[in-house]
């Protein structure tokens, strides 16, 4: 694998990052008197965690400018990711997106409420970006949940992954649906214009089946989404909800004519799992940028999104180090210590 030499950016983002209300200690949102305060967004989430890592990482956003905007700024800052390309709302109409989120226990399950209809991030526009951008990265990343925003972010979203791709970008795509943002067949047909681009493909079993209409086993589906659109990974994660505060995990990777998988992490203690599936894809993101190679992807995106499930908010908040201790705890056979001292 070849990435761009002597880039500014090892991982550019696009996509709304908004304020996160969560009640304190698994309260229910109807019952809480107070919020804490904490910024979201998925492609934050994946270039955050990648930076964490050891990785240069800028997102394009829009965000109000208001004291509002500058929280969520300060926030992408402290996740160790670049605000040059963050676009500022002056218009009457600017407003920041918010979602609540309701940690549960069993057999209460975890929920989220969304309030982002027309949030500053649905105007973005091409002309918003100046035009030396799109030679500066080795990896452009994106989900499918930007384009489900609004049209005019839809559209925006199609130019800049075309315009990176011409400047020798590899294109990264979350394919991450959300029912709640389109229709199925809107999605399916937004979602395939694009996959002749995209290089790294992040798509679960349940939305190849269910929006994609994709047939047959797993494995393939996965070498389908190579052999139709010429995609030069394709991963898969497997999530085990044992209970809301219990959870086992593995993923799948396709690379190079061959499947690579590991044992899973099982029983993982979840604290706050947002964000997590996010983290795997910052772990392989960052594998392949740092090794090349899909076994050191799989390995740093499994733990990272492991650890992740640990960690209170949205971001990833480990480093490389530590997720490399995590590894080979999750390798060795026998009495291992309990603390790390």
Same mark, same amino acid.
């Given at each position: 694998?070849?990435?761009?030499? /002597?880039?500014?950016?090892?991982?550019?983002?696009?996509?709304?990052?908004?304020?996160?209300?969560?009640?304190?200690?698994?309260?229910?949102?109807?019952?809480?008197?107070?919020?804490?305060?904490?910024?979201?967004?998925?492609?934050?989430?994946?270039?955050?965690?990648?930076?964490?890592?050891?990785?240069?990482?800028?997102?394009?956003?829009?965000?109000?400018?208001?004291?509002?905007?500058?929280?969520?700024? /300060?926030?992408?800052?402290?996740?160790?990711?670049?605000?040059?390309?963050?676009? +500022?709302?002056?218009?009457?109409?600017?407003?920041?997106?918010?979602?609540?989120?309701?940690?549960?226990?069993?057999?209460?399950?975890?929920?989220?409420?969304?309030?982002?209809? #027309?949030?500053?991030?649905?105007?973005?526009?091409?002309?918003?970006?100046?035009?030396?951008?799109?030679?500066?990265?080795?990896?452009?990343?994106?989900?499918?949940?930007?384009?489900?925003?609004?049209?005019?972010?839809?559209?925006?979203?199609?130019?800049?992954?075309?315009?990176?791709?011409?400047?020798?970008?590899?294109?990264?795509?979350?394919?991450?649906?959300?029912?709640?943002?389109?229709?199925?067949?809107?999605?399916?047909?937004?979602?395939?214009?694009?996959?002749?681009?995209?290089?790294?493909?992040?798509?679960?079993?349940?939305?190849?089946?269910?929006?994609?209409?994709?047939?047959?086993?797993?494995?393939?589906?996965?070498?389908?989404?190579? #052999?139709?659109?010429?995609?030069?990974?394709?991963?898969?994660?497997?999530?085990?909800?044992?209970?809301?505060?219990?959870?086992?995990?593995?993923?799948?990777?396709?690379? /190079?004519?061959?499947? +690579?998988?590991?044992?899973?992490?099982? /029983?993982?203690?979840?604290?706050?799992?947002?964000?997590?599936?996010?983290?795997?894809?910052?772990?392989?993101?960052?594998?392949?940028?740092?090794?090349?190679?899909?076994?050191?992807?799989?390995?740093?995106?499994?733990?990272?999104?492991?650890?992740?499930?640990?960690?209170?908010?949205?971001?990833?908040?480990?480093?490389?180090?530590?997720?490399?201790?995590?590894?080979?705890?999750?390798?060795?056979?026998?009495?291992?210590?309990?603390?790390?001292?």
């Amino acid at each position: 694998m070849q990435f761009k030499n /002597n880039t500014d950016y090892d991982i550019v983002g696009l996509g709304e990052v908004m304020l996160r209300l969560s009640p304190p200690d698994k309260e229910k949102i109807s019952q809480s008197e107070t919020f804490d305060k904490n910024a979201g967004g998925s492609e934050l989430n994946v270039v955050s965690g990648a930076a964490m890592l050891g990785v240069r990482s800028a997102i394009i956003t829009k965000l109000p400018k208001n004291k509002m905007g500058h929280f969520i700024r /300060n926030k992408i800052r402290y996740g160790n990711v670049s605000d040059d390309y963050i676009i +500022y709302d002056h218009s009457p109409q600017k407003r920041l997106g918010l979602y609540y989120y309701e940690s549960g226990a069993y057999p209460r399950k975890s929920s989220v409420i969304y309030d982002r209809a #027309n949030s500053s991030m649905c105007s973005l526009s091409v002309s918003d970006l100046p035009d030396d951008i799109y030679g500066k990265t080795k990896i452009f990343h994106v989900s499918s949940i930007t384009m489900a925003l609004s049209p005019v972010l839809k559209e925006t979203t199609l130019t800049l992954i075309r315009k990176f791709k011409e400047a020798g970008a590899y294109i990264s795509f979350d394919v991450n649906y959300r029912a709640a943002l389109w229709s199925e067949e809107e999605a399916k047909k937004v979602v395939e214009s694009i996959f002749p681009y995209v290089d790294f493909l992040f798509v679960s079993e349940e939305t190849s089946r269910r929006m994609l209409q994709r047939k047959g086993t797993l494995e393939e589906i996965m070498q389908g989404y190579a #052999n139709d659109y010429g995609c030069t990974l394709i991963a898969t994660t497997r999530r085990e909800a044992v209970s809301p505060t219990r959870h086992n995990f593995n993923s799948k990777i396709y690379m /190079n004519g061959q499947f +690579y998988e590991e044992k899973p992490y099982n /029983n993982i203690e979840v604290i706050d799992r947002i964000g997590s599936g996010d983290a795997y894809l910052a772990g392989v993101l960052y594998g392949l940028i740092k090794y090349g190679t899909p076994e050191k992807a799989i390995e740093i995106g499994n733990a990272l999104s492991a650890v992740k499930n640990t960690v209170l908010g949205d971001m990833s908040a480990s480093s490389i180090e530590e997720i490399e201790s995590v590894i080979q705890s999750h390798k060795a056979t026998g009495h291992q210590d309990e603390m790390i001292r």
